[in-house]
């Protein structure tokens, strides 16, 4: 579920982010994708258990109107593997995935592929007969949120997932401590869930390039924003600012402009420019996993397909533009959510509590380098 954004953007700051975007300037600008969240927060910790709950779900949905299952093609990156992300084999050699897309916690992972499955059984298979080949994999991607929530508890339950894919919406998205990225932690500062998006003219009509983050990832240090190494000026000595990379990165890229699996692996593949724009060279610790989908050309499931498929896609030689768009919403999506962020933790049942970034003393460094609006 969406909800109203309680703190500025990057843009609404003044940091220096102009290029065009959709009207949301978030992933959902990209027709027929919906974004859902179940957030999950408890601060007192549950029965038989030390810490707290600060953990959820995020959905993301194409086609998410339509009542029978789409494949979209898609094509995937792994920049540094230290994660998971469900589905990848059959996209490297299939070139598609069917259903949603959602991204969670590390222990989080199985219940959440399991629920979704069920989802879309109940969902889809009214549609077919009983006789029918219904294959469902549905992509599950996940960051560690272990520092902030009781993780090794295994909180997400079905029932969490469902209310994730039941509350799909096609407006704008929150970000900061919601879904996914509830308990994430975003080079030493609160981080989470982020979005940005980007408009770009690829012969005579405009596409949209949307980006999702879960940002939990960097160390103080590396940050850099807008060119500008923030990090380095706000160093605090609190137990946040010394923290090692021991996080992860997953970025989803959806686009209604044609592309092949090739060409949208190549376009998953300059995530990792958009998130070394901020700083991290991507810590050994740290799960960097990128998937790019395209909305366009959508097809039948293919025991329902005909024997030959027709495909349009992009010129490569007209993809500088796109790939530029995905590197500046990425770059983007990610500020986005650290500014978004709230603090977190710092209760008698905690180990740390980590910081959201705060507006003004960003804004004091950017002015240092005149990089402020």
Not at 11 to 37: C, K, S, Y
Not at 133 to 149: C, K, Q, R, S
Not at 158 to 174: F, H, M, Q, T, Y
Not at 354 to 371: E, G, N, P, T
């Amino acid at each position: 579920m969406t909800m109203t954004q309680t703190k500025p953007r990057a843009r609404e700051l003044g940091l220096p982010f102009t290029a065009r975007t959709g009207p949301f300037n978030a992933i959902t600008d990209v027709e027929g994708v919906a974004v859902g969240f179940r957030t999950i927060v408890e601060e007192t910790p549950r029965p038989g258990r030390k810490l707290p709950v600060r953990t959820g779900v995020t959905a993301i949905l194409s086609h998410a109107d339509s009542e029978t299952p789409v494949p979209v093609y898609a094509g995937v990156h792994r920049f540094n593997g230290n994660g998971e992300m469900t589905g990848t084999h059959w996209i490297e050699d299939g070139g598609t995935f069917l259903g949603p897309v959602m991204i969670t916690n590390t222990h989080g992972v199985g219940i959440t592929h399991h629920a979704t499955t069920r989802w879309m059984l109940e969902r889809y298979t009214s549609t077919y007969e009983v006789s029918d080949f219904l294959w469902l994999m549905p992509v599950i991607a996940e960051t560690y949120d272990g520092v902030l929530n009781d993780i090794n508890g295994m909180p997400v339950t079905e029932a969490d997932v469902r209310a994730a894919l039941e509350n799909l919406s096609r407006g704008p998205v929150s970000e900061g401590n919601c879904g996914g990225g509830t308990g994430m932690i975003t080079y030493g500062f609160k981080g989470g869930t982020g979005t940005a998006s980007r408009v770009v003219t690829v012969g005579d009509r405009d596409y949209t390039i949307g980006t999702l983050v879960q940002a939990n990832h960097g160390q103080r240090d590396w940050l850099t924003i807008c060119g500008v190494p923030v990090g380095k000026h706000l160093q605090d000595n609190t137990p946040q600012s010394q923290l090692k990379e021991r996080g992860s990165i997953i970025v989803v890229i959806a686009t209604d402009l044609p592309m092949a699996p090739h060409q949208l692996k190549r376009l998953a593949r300059r995530a990792a420019i958009g998130i070394g724009r901020n700083g991290t060279p991507g810590g050994n610790n740290s799960g960097d996993i990128f998937l790019a989908f395209s909305t366009a050309n959508p097809q039948p499931m293919a025991h329902r397909a005909p024997a030959l498929l027709d495909l349009a896609m992009v010129n490569d030689e007209h993809l500088d533009p796109v790939y530029l768009a995905a590197v500046e919403s990425v770059e983007e999506a990610v500020v986005n959510a650290m500014l978004a962020a709230e603090d977190s933790g710092g209760t008698p049942h905690d180990r740390f509590r980590i910081d959201a970034i705060k507006h003004d003393q960003l804004i004091a460094v950017m002015q240092q380098y005149d990089r402020y609006l």
